[in-house]
């Protein structure tokens, strides 16, 4: 039972490249979001979807697009990396509609360096 | 808006020790709050579930409680272990129509000493 897989595990980026972080998930959940964890922040969430063909902003959405077309996955682009893009990005899904009380499921992440 | 703060940032116990980690957050509208468990180097690992409706959530060894008026949680951990060496979060998910979202708070790192 893989869970919520994320690929790469790690990368290391120069600033101006741009690069798709990678989320699959073999549950079948509706829900799935992206979040970036700093040090002494918190894990803060990017983008969300709450379905195939559905996808709305988190709290940090600039400088990140996300696209929905599958169930399973949910990828991440970073259109022009920046420093401030440095950072360990988790992908997480759910099963359930908004008002539902399930827990969430994370990957290992992806640790992300931008020079 | 909606904030989670988790103190101590850091905790050191002896083996066998009973400990309580706190979450304080600061608007009482929300839908649930979750404990995870989180090693070095790996995702979060979700622990425990409390509805809004329900006052605290067991399993095994931990007890999460909470007061959703005095925007409280408690993580109960007893018999500690090294095993439960890690850093816990918790995450509030607030209620809103349509919103899929926690906030987090920045989580407290627990080490448990043989």
């Known amino acids: 039972n893989a869970g919520v897989t994320q690929t790469p595990k790690f990368q290391v980026l120069k600033t101006g490249q741009s690069m798709t972080l990678q989320c699959a998930q073999d549950?079948?959940?509706?829900?799935m979001s992206w979040y970036r964890q700093d040090p002494g922040m918190g894990l803060r969430l990017i983008h969300y979807?709450?379905?195939?063909?559905?996808?709305d902003q988190g709290e940090v959405p600039n400088g990140y697009n996300v696209s929905r077309s599958t169930t399973e996955d949910f990828p991440l682009r970073l259109l022009s990396a920046a420093p401030s893009q440095t950072s360990v990005y988790f992908c997480?899904?759910?099963?359930?509609?908004?008002?539902?009380?399930?827990?969430?499921?994370f990957g290992d992440g992806t640790r992300l360096s931008i020079l | 808006k909606q904030e989670v703060t988790q103190i101590p940032a850091a905790l050191s116990v002896p083996e066998g020790e009973n400990l309580v980690l706190n979450c304080s957050f600061t608007?009482?509208?929300?839908?649930?709050l979750q404990w995870f468990r989180q090693d070095p180097g790996k995702g979060l690992t979700s622990l425990l579930l409390?509805?809004?409706?329900?006052r605290e959530q067991t399993s095994g060894r931990l007890n999460a409680s909470l007061d959703k008026s005095s925007g409280r949680s408690t993580l109960y951990i007893a018999a500690s272990q090294p095993g439960d060496s890690a850093t816990y979060l918790c995450a509030v998910r607030p209620l809103g129509k349509g919103t899929y979202k926690y906030i987090f708070g920045t989580g407290t790192r627990l080490k448990v000493l043989a």
């Open positions: 979807s709450v379905g195939a063909g559905i996808t």
């Open positions: 608007d009482s509208a929300i839908y649930n």
């Open positions: 997480a899904s759910s099963y359930g509609g908004p008002d539902s009380n399930q827990p969430q499921h």
């Open positions: 409390i509805q809004s409706s329900q």
């Open positions: 549950m079948n959940h509706e829900y």
